[in-house]
Each structure stands twice: as C-alpha cells, then as structure tokens.
C-alpha cells in the first residue's frame, strides 16, 4: 500500500509540474491586417486649493470654487495597416481617425472633437522591438500616446501564476511631473486561444518632480494566444497629487483607461 501511495504521489507531482498548460507572450500585431485600435481616458476627482485670503480671492473673481470637481475625458480611435512579419522586421502604419476631448473642470465645459486621417505614421518591429520610423507632418498627432511603444517582455512557457512587469513612467514636458510607474501582469487562466491576466499598478512620484504624486490600481487584459496581439485591457487607478507653493492643490482622482483592437 504504502509502495503504491508513493507512485500515485510521484505521478501526481508530475503531472502538476509538467502537464499544465502554458503560453508564450509577445506584443504584437496580426500580420497583413487592417483593424482599429480605440483607446479611452476618463479621469474624475476634486481639485482642493488653499492659500492667502488674497490668493482666494483672486480665485474666486476669476470664478473658480476652492473645492473643484474635475472631469476629463479623452477618446481617441487610430486605423492600422500591418505587412508581412519577417524574422527581424514587422511594417505597419496607422493614423488617428477620431480625437475627442470632453472636459468638464467645476461647470466649465470644453468640447473638441477631430482627427488626422492624412496624418500617416509608420512603424516596424526591429528586432522584436517596435519603433516609430517616420512620423507625419502634423506634430499634433505625433504627440499623441502610442501603446506598441510600452516595454512589453517576451516570455516563453508562461502557466497560470506566473508574472512580469512593465514600465509605465511619465515626464511631462515641462519638467514639472515625473512619475514611475510599474505594471505587474498575473496569467489567471488560459482558454482556447486566450489568456486572461490580471494587473496591479503603482505609481508614485520621482524625487525630482515638482507634483507629489501616488496611486495605486488594478486591470485585466485579455490576449489572443493565435495571433499573438492585446484583444482588450482595462485599468481602474485611484490617484492623490499635490502642488507646494504660495496657493496649495491637493487632487483625488479615479482614472479608468481602456484600449480594444478590434480586426476588420
């Protein structure tokens, strides 16, 4: 009895070890396909301000409360055009078909809607590295965020638990706000021809930075294991800043952000 515990144990050991399932991830795009990539921003909160009796105001002449609600929300929907993957090169180009601005800071309200349908940016994958080779002639849509340029690993032989981690770091132009972010993405379970990870982010604000800054949040993203390409990923992050100075800002924000490839 006891010989055959030790072989059923053995076989068991075995099979958990060496017979579950696992995946190989890599960024990437479905070769020779048109699809278009939506991506949405949608950040509210309450803005906080103190300072001098003067400093308020001041403010308040210029119509703003001590206590604002903010909202913002930014849409954006770009077309893609993918070639032939080669083992060391990958082409592809898009443009942004639709931008969308809708802001709403304490009652004052901003619409702005367009796009850039001649604006034409190429790409390629060098390497397995994705790289902007020519931009387009309107800097208004070179400036836009471009997801294929997040520092996504390769990773091979991937089960359910295992993890890996992005950078997710922001400067702003002005110098003003430096903040390190980092991704940390769980395989939960793998389907037909999906995975399912779950992600937790944080983020917190460099030495450097003149905006105080922390947050912390959580997501999933779907990924098509034929194809080798993000389907869908969504993130919740709860966000506090401040801003020393003469006239005090202290921000809570609620961001949720999500991107969809959808194949035409």
Same mark, same amino acid.
């Given at each position: ?69 903010? /909202?913002? #929300? %930014?849409?954006?929907? !770009? ?6 993957? $080669?083992?060391?090169? +990958?082409?592809?180009? *898009? ?33 397995? /590295?994705? #790289? %902007?080779?020519?931009? !387009? ?6 400036? $836009?965020?471009?997801? +294929?340029?997040?520092? *996504? ?40 021809? !999906? ?70």
């Amino acid at each position: 009895m006891k010989k055959i515990l030790l072989t059923f144990s053995f076989s068991l050991v075995q099979i958990l070890a060496y017979g579950q399932k696992t995946i190989d991830f890599e960024f990437s795009y479905p070769e020779n396909s048109n699809f278009v990539i939506e991506q949405s921003t949608n950040t509210s909160g309450t803005m906080k301000i103190t300072g001098s009796p003067q400093e308020i105001a001041s403010l308040k002449k210029a119509g703003y409360n001590q206590i604002r609600k903010l /909202k913002y #929300v %930014v849409d954006y929907s !770009s077309v893609y055009k993918t070639g032939k993957k $080669l083992t060391d090169s +990958f082409p592809f180009e *898009f443009y942004y078909s639709n931008v969308s601005y809708d802001i709403d800071s304490d009652g004052k309200k901003q619409k702005r809607e367009g796009g850039f349908p001649n604006a034409i940016i190429k790409g390629n994958y060098i390497d397995g /590295k994705p #790289v %902007v080779v020519q931009n !387009s002639d309107v800097q208004a849509a070179n400036d $836009l965020p471009k997801y +294929f340029l997040y520092n *996504f690993p390769k990773i091979t032989n991937m089960k359910v638990g295992d993890s890996f981690t992005t950078d997710r770091s922001m400067e702003s132009k002005n110098g003003g706000a430096s903040v390190s972010g980092i991704l940390k993405y769980t395989l939960t379970k793998i389907e037909d021809n !999906s995975a399912l990870f779950s992600i937790a982010i944080t983020q917190n604000s460099n030495k450097s930075s003149e905006i105080n800054l922390k947050g912390s949040g959580t997501g999933e993203m779907v990924y098509n294991l034929k194809d080798k390409y993000i389907e869908l990923e969504k993130m919740t992050i709860n966000m506090t800043s401040s801003v020393a100075g003469t006239v005090k800002m202290n921000v809570d924000n609620t961001i949720i952000s999500t991107y969809k490839l959808i194949l035409k």
